[in-house]
């Protein structure tokens, strides 16, 4: 699947892929890292304001190694661009918890 999503990499503008990945970052050699050597470039780690970390929590069905919670859904981007905040939301913590998957929020400077 992602190879096929990968194409849009070669636009010349900015384009961002959010959601659920089911790419663990705590993983090495796994899907995290593939999309970051395919030129992706993930928001979290380009923001000046990060907040939270976790985007599931708890045991996940699949996910063995998962105690506290896990990382599994980004917004990525295929250029490096100056990324204002990205915070997880709707975690219980700021907001309420809506889905099994916490929220993402990310500003750009555009």
């Not at 896990?70 to 809506?98: A, L, P």
Request: charged share 30%; proline share 3%; hydrophobic share 35%.
């Amino acid at each position: 699947q992602w190879h096929k999503l990968n194409v849009v990499a070669n636009k010349e503008v900015p384009v961002y892929l959010a959601g659920d990945f089911n790419a663990p970052d705590s993983i090495p050699n796994q899907s995290y890292e593939t999309i970051k050597e395919d030129g992706w470039f993930d928001t979290r780690d380009e923001a000046d304001d990060v907040q939270g970390r976790f985007t599931a929590q708890g045991k996940i069905d699949g996910w063995g190694e998962a105690v506290d919670g896990m990382r599994i859904d980004y917004i990525w981007c295929n250029k490096k661009e100056h990324v204002k905040s990205h915070h997880v939301i709707f975690d219980g913590t700021h907001e309420d918890v809506v889905s099994d998957h916490f929220g993402l929020f990310m500003e750009d400077s555009l």
